[in-house]
């Protein structure tokens, strides 16, 4: 029979009460990834409460909040800026606060991009309005560093700002003192304790849980439910959560005031984005000038990277299970017939922790010919990436986890490049080639151009053409082709 702890992998397979661990492991992703995987909110909802708090309170400037954010995700970075620069004054609570500055960096650093960018059109905009800009969005930097001590995320973003300013020195201060702490993050990675213990009002915050559950809930709907009744049980299971409502229900008495489930909803994942502290930007592109590296290792993590914004259900297919079924194993059973009609006649729902219970572990390889659907069965299962359906399982923040570890290898890696750029252009060039060397000999950095690009400038800058030219051909190589339809 399958693993019962591998199966739980799979999307859908079992359903169990979410871990705490699964949802403070799975904060801790999105904060590496910053505000990536937006949601698309319900904008009527959020007027509604708007309109019925006057945006004050915790509910009122959380929305007027994520209304701010919605603008900057449909290119209106203006409107953002005077929605957040009105309700600021009036939001008391430290995570949204920040949230609300965060917002209203990014707004600010889009609509530098087009003001730059009018620079170029005569009559477009002024050096002076960008100058202005520049320092709004300066200010802005330092406001959110100091609403979060310590965050090296948001160190190292406020680095780069300055090293686009030509402040080399600075930057580079920043970036070693951030490299530093990055790999002490990695480090910790491997000790952390993950507890088994089921999220509540007790361990999680509640439009944390809220959140989860719900997003959990919306990935379940795109799942075909005639893949497998596997399949089908667990998303009707997830569908018809009682603790969502629960949830729901413990937030609204929380929050005092009478929202409707809709309204609340759009409280509690505005709460929730302000909760996981992004840092505001893209240090994993998805799209871009040039190509990702295509070694394993950096294939490996861009797919992490895409599954966490892209969820991808496993799909065990009925020709699969029937194949499964006609397969006669090398040792059918792993426990005596008396045990097996026991089993048959039990009215136990989580078949899978009884089978396992039951008959123990399958063989590790195949024994014979009629066992090969089954290990067919059981790659599909160890190749799939895990979705919110298995949070009720320990391998979920495991591999959380390990998601985690990947993606600060990543920015480690961009660190490391922007560390040599600062040098380059501090003259020290020798130094920055060395370290650039040690990137490029690592072969996992996903977005590696960087690093022949900042290699190649530097080699230039010493006087080693024939060295350059060979970075920048490889810089070419890396270049996306646009083809024209015909």
């Known amino acids: 029979m399958f693993y019962a702890d591998t199966i739980f992998r799979a999307a859908l397979a079992s359903h169990r009460p979410v871990l705490a661990s699964s949802i403070s492991a799975r904060s801790v992703v999105r904060r590496l990834l910053g505000d990536r995987g937006y ?108 609403a979060s001590s310590g965050c090296w995320l948001v160190e190292m973003a406020a680095a780069e700002y300055a090293l686009y300013e030509a402040k080399a020195d600075e930057a580079y201060k920043v970036f070693c003192d951030v490299a530093e702490k990055t790999e002490s993050f990695i480090a910790s990675i491997e000790g952390l304790h993950i507890s088994s213990e089921v999220a509540s009002a007790e361990n999680t915050q509640s439009f944390s849980l809220l959140s989860f559950l719900l997003k959990r809930a919306h ?70 000038e040039y190509n990702d590296w295509r070694s394993e290792g950096a294939k490996e993590a861009k797919n992490e990277i895409v599954q966490v914004f892209t969820p991808q259900a496993v799909v065990i297919s009925n020709e699969l299970l029937e194949n499964v079924k006609k397969s006669v194993p090398y040792r059918p059973f792993y426990a005596p017939e008396d045990q097996l009609r026991k089993f048959l006649s039990s009215g136990h729902k989580n078949y899978l922790a009884e089978l396992r219970a039951t008959f123990g572990p399958s063989p590790a390889c195949v024994l014979a010919k009629s066992d090969e659907a089954y290990f067919e069965a059981m790659n599909i299962l160890k190749q799939a990436p895990p979705s919110a359906d298995t949070a009720g399982d320990l391998s979920y923040p495991q591999k959380q986890n390990e998601i985690c570890r990947k993606l600060a290898r990543q920015l480690l890696y961009r660190t490391k490049v922007n560390t040599a750029v600062a040098l380059t252009q501090l003259d020290h060039l020798n130094e920055a080639v060395e370290i650039l060397d040690k990137v490029i000999a690592a072969n996992e950095f996903v977005y590696m151009w960087r690093a022949f690009l900042a290699r190649g400038e530097a080699k230039k800058r010493l006087g080693f053409i024939s060295n350059s030219d060979k970075d920048f051909r490889q810089l070419s190589e890396q270049k996306k082709t646009f083809r024209r339809k015909m």
């Open 39 to 146: 949601r698309v909110p319900n904008v009527g909802a959020m007027d509604s409460v708007v309109t019925k708090t006057k945006g004050r309170g915790l509910p009122g400037a959380a929305c007027v909040v994520g209304r701010a954010a919605l603008y900057v995700h449909h290119g209106n970075p203006e409107a953002a800026i005077a929605e957040i620069n009105r309700v600021l004054p009036e939001v008391q609570e430290a995570d949204l606060k920040r949230h609300a500055i965060g917002i209203r960096l990014r707004a600010k650093n889009d609509l530098l991009d087009i003001k730059e960018a009018a620079l170029k059109v005569d009559g477009g905009t002024t050096e002076l309005d960008v100058c202005t800009l520049r320092s709004a969005i300066r200010e802005d930097y330092e406001a959110l560093k100091s």
């Open 219 to 288: 990935d379940a709907e795109g799942v075909n439910p005639s893949a497998s009744k596997i399949v089908e049980e667990g998303i009707k299971n997830i569908l018809n959560d009682d603790s969502v409502k629960g949830s729901l229900a413990t937030f609204k008495k929380e929050l005092g005031v009478s929202l409707t489930d809709e309204e609340a909803v759009e409280v509690a994942c505005v709460l929730d984005a302000a909760h996981v502290r992004h840092h505001f930007h893209d240090f994993f592109p998805l799209e871009g």
